[in-house]
């Protein structure tokens, strides 16, 4: 055997610890949602809790596809359909998202940031309202329930799609890209053409205080407060 048969992998940094924790904490919090939105009842409180995280980890993964580190930002995986239609015919390389990989991505980022949206103004005409319900009139809350409900099986569809699309890689093409999401690293049959900079403190606090300060936008807190209820007492 040749030098020229033998086919070496290089051990390559791919997701930063930014990306891994804002991937498993958003599935964590779509988890919580979905689980509590079913069982309803006192735990629609917490379905509100989780779906705002969802709106932070959203706002976080998008102001971190623009700062973060090179894998990380958009313009490194999301690359349009001639990028798809090499793929597909196996003309594509490369370490982090393949373009189908970034479709999906885009378009769950995209719907989590919807669904968590309209959340927010959201009612389930029992005893729930969305953090920002006292902002809309009664009947554009109807509607952003509408839309809200409407996307939920879109979404689990979505999901279902990329789990699956996990195993297949897995099964059929013995690449595991689960493991890279936990490591941060990825073996590769040659070193990635762009080296791995960016992100960086500076960069992950900025993106932490804008996801933050949208969540406390969207929680109400700077809504005034109801006026107490006056009770009357009687004159003894």
Not at 143 to 157: A, Q, S, V, Y
Not at 214 to 234: D, F, K, M, Q, R
Request: net charge positive.
């Amino acid at each position: 055997m040749t030098a020229a048969n033998i086919t070496m992998e290089a051990r390559v940094p791919v997701w930063d610890l930014a990306v891994r924790l804002s991937h498993w904490l958003l599935a964590l919090a779509v988890v919580v949602a979905f689980v509590t939105v079913k069982i309803g009842g006192n735990l629609m409180v917490w379905h509100g809790r989780a779906g705002l995280a969802v709106l932070g980890l959203v706002v976080f993964r998008i102001v971190w596809g623009f700062i973060g580190s090179t894998h990380a930002r958009f313009t490194s995986f999301v690359r349009g359909p001639a990028a798809i239609r090499d793929y597909l015919r196996g003309q594509w390389s490369g370490v982090g998202h393949n373009p189908l990989g970034a479709l999906a991505v885009v378009s769950l980022l995209a719907l989590f940031l919807v669904q968590a949206t309209t959340g927010l103004f959201a009612n389930d005409d029992i005893s729930y309202q969305g953090h920002l319900y006292a902002l809309v009139s009664d009947a554009v809350s109807s509607r952003l329930t509408g839309i809200h409900k409407l996307f939920e099986p879109l979404l689990i569809g979505l999901v279902a799609i990329h789990v699956a699309a996990i195993g297949y890689y897995l099964r059929i093409k013995k690449t595991n890209l689960v493991k890279p999401m936990i490591t941060g690293w990825k073996e590769a049959s040659e070193p990635s053409v762009e080296p791995h900079r960016g992100g960086g403190l500076i960069a992950f606090l900025i993106a932490c205080l804008v996801a933050g300060a949208v969540v406390y936008v969207a929680s109400g807190a700077l809504l005034p407060h109801p006026p107490p209820v006056a009770i009357e007492t009687p004159a003894w």
